[in-house]
């Protein structure tokens, strides 16, 4: 069975960092490109960043360019966000996911 499960998710102010992580299991880690996406309070699904299988090529939407960083440990079945600068148009629930399957997400807060 497939499973995504993220976390490191919380509260911060405005600036402040967080790092995300998603722990897969249940397939070929390493065979798949993988995604974060988020989903803010009364807004679609946005997708963030993307990661080739080797984690060598990145993809990020405009608004998160130059401060947030998708990186992953195929060794460790493990995907990351690392968020810098957050700002409060950053809170939302992040999502990792690959093909169609999603994990449950983990909550990001940003306020002073």
């Known amino acids: 069975e497939v499973q995504l499960v993220e976390s490191g998710g919380g509260l911060v102010q405005p600036g402040g960092s967080l790092r995300l992580s998603c722990t897969a299991s249940?397939?070929?880690?390493?065979?798949?490109?993988m995604r974060w996406a988020r989903q803010a309070p009364g807004s679609g699904l946005e997708w963030v960043a993307n990661i080739n299988t080797g984690g060598d090529r990145t993809g990020y939407t405009d608004s998160v360019k130059g401060r947030f960083t998708i990186s992953r440990d195929n060794a460790k079945n493990t995907l990351y966000l690392q968020m810098n600068n957050l700002k409060p148009e950053d809170a939302a629930v992040y999502y990792c996911t690959f093909g169609s399957f999603w994990g449950r997400g983990t909550q990001v807060s940003v306020s002073s």
């Open positions: 249940g397939f070929t880690f390493s065979s798949y490109d």
